[in-house]
């Protein structure tokens, strides 16, 4: 059975930063990347970015480009979300989730097929 | 990056109607096509992936068609437990866009 973990809620000040770790268990880590999600209040799901944990490579939508940072230790089955300069905007529930990479040992690329279950992030001064 | 557009942003639809929500693609995705519904509060969870296959556990009501730019999600008959907010999104290859959703509620 495939779990992927979140951390906990956060509150932060406008222009510090929040780090979202996701805990994967029940799957093979090393033949999936990991997504992440978010979504405000009353809105849509936005894709951020990704990782592929075996190779340390990311890839990131071009508005959170520079400001954060996905990465993955393969040792924990971790990844992590890393967001700076938090404006009262990134108030969102932010999700994790699973994809099977291109060229992974079990095909690919794959859809976002587990998902965790959410860390809301509120900024607010 | 690809755009992904959804119509219509939503719908009212009696019990057992015929429901079909449309994706275009603004270029050729072949059928790197998944569909997420999410329920009001919920995680959102994968119902259709490659353009037309089915999650397991995914009733048969719900069916996928579609390659290249435009791509549908279909509900046979609608039931009450479907109400909930459906996305479509490319997984090939950079930006995994997602679509901006369609609300699907009881009439």
């Known amino acids: 059975q495939v779990h992927l973990v979140q951390s906990g809620a956060e509150v932060k000040k406008p222009g510090s930063s929040v780090k979202v770790s996701c805990k994967a268990s029940?799957?093979?880590?090393?033949?999936?990347?990991i997504s992440w999600v978010r979504q405000a209040p009353g809105q849509g799901l936005e894709w951020m970015g990704e990782v592929i944990p075996i190779f340390g490579t990311t890839n990131y939508a071009q508005r959170f480009q520079g400001r954060v940072t996905i990465n993955a230790d393969g040792s924990t089955g971790t990844a992590y979300m890393e967001m700076r300069s938090l404006r009262s905007e990134d108030t969102a529930v932010y999700y994790c989730s699973r994809f099977l990479f291109a060229g992974s040992a079990m095909g690919g690329p794959g859809p976002l097929d587990y998902w965790g279950q959410g860390t809301l992030v509120t900024v607010s001064s | 990056d690809i755009q992904m557009t959804q119509s219509p942003s939503s719908l009212s639809a009696s019990v057992g109607d015929r429901v079909t929500i449309t994706c275009r693609a603004s270029q050729d995705i072949s059928d790197y096509l998944a569909w997420y519904q999410q329920k009001p509060g919920k995680v959102p969870n994968l119902l259709i992936y490659?353009?037309?296959i089915l999650t397991s556990g995914v009733p048969s009501r719900f069916s996928g068609s579609g390659s290249g730019t435009e791509f549908t999600l279909t509900i046979s008959s609608l039931q009450p437990e479907d109400v909930a907010t459906y996305y479509c999104q490319d997984y090939n290859s950079g930006p995994r866009t997602f679509g901006q959703g369609t609300k699907v509620d009881i009439k």
């Open positions: 029940g799957g093979t880590f090393n033949i999936y990347g």
């Open positions: 490659t353009a037309s």
